[in-house]
């Protein structure tokens, strides 16, 4: 089963005299090749998405790392 890349309906249907797949819940018409292609443009943007939030979160773990072992650091003060 085909999906939509604009509204996820999972129901594209092929029209075999037009060589395209077409949604019935929003109309849109693709070939195959264009499909597949939106498709991966779709995929390597959350890849994207994904590899910044792991590079934000692994900057905030090392941030909280640092912080943290300067605490423990800090002379104590002698009265």
């Known amino acids: 089963m085909v999906r939509c ?3 996820a ?3 594209m249907k092929y029209d075999a005299r037009s060589s395209r797949y077409v949604c019935p819940r929003c109309g849109l ?3 195959r ?3 597949d292609r939106s498709w991966d443009e779709q995929r390597s943007a959350y890849r ?3 590899q910044e939030d792991a590079r934000a979160q692994r900057r905030r773990d090392y941030l909280d790392w ?3 072992s300067k605490e423990k650091e800090k002379p104590k ?3």
């Open 77 to 79: 003060r002698k009265r």
């Open 29 to 31: 018409a693709l070939s």
């Open 48 to 50: 994207r998405e994904d």
């Open 5 to 7: 890349p604009e509204c």
């Open 66 to 68: 640092w912080l943290s």
């Open 9 to 11: 309906s999972p129901k």
């Open 33 to 35: 090749g264009e499909l």
